[in-house]
């Protein structure tokens, strides 16, 4: 049977689903397909290939926010939406911040983000911190919120009562100030100067 490197991203899915990145492996792969496991490497040559890509394909339905938004608000709707897709799939945000630090990673979604700095008005460093500081909250807070779920599916540890689409909501809205905050310093030394 013949597959495709879709196919192959979607049993990876669905191993991360029933089971945990732990479990992902190529051997599991391959048997999920019906296939050998040198079927897989036709496609990935090697498993962090594959986690790279298994990464940008869980960011993918992370599209540009609408023109006609305000800078600040566009970034929001893209940090939004990655958490939201990264909520989907348990342990997804190990899985693209392992792709993003192996630099297999396309990265896309990032440049939804910087995009929207651009647009802000930031300069280039500002830019880049303020990149840096919303992927990192998102990819970070769902790391710790994915971790405790498997935990808690383990039976390793009973219900947590922490509420962490209050604490990324809340986390979020102060980098957003600090965005603002230094955009209107950016533009009051561009006036001075």
Known sequence: MAITRTDVLAAAREVLRRHSLADLSMRRLATELGVSPNALYWHYPD?????????????????????????DERLESVARAMRASLCAVPDSAE?????????????????????????????????????????????????????????????????????????????????????????AAQTVATAAS
Not at 47 to 71: C, H, M, N, R, Y
């Open 47 to 71: 498993k962090q290939t594959l986690l790279a890509a298994l990464g940008d394909d869980i960011l993918a339905d992370v599209t540009a926010p609408a023109d006609d938004l305000e800078w």
């Open 95 to 183: 899985v693209v911040s392992s792709g993003w630090s192996s630099g297999l990673s396309t990265m896309a979604v990032l440049d939804h983000l910087t995009d929207a700095a651009r647009d802000g008005g930031l300069s280039a460093s500002a830019r880049r911190g303020l990149v840096t500081a919303i992927a990192q909250l998102v990819i970070g807070l769902t790391i710790e919120q994915q971790t405790r779920q498997q935990m808690e599916r383990l039976g390793v540890t009973g219900p947590g009562d922490r509420d962490y689409d209050a604490e990324f909501a809340d986390a979020l809205a102060i980098v957003l100030a600090g965005a603002r905050q230094v955009r």
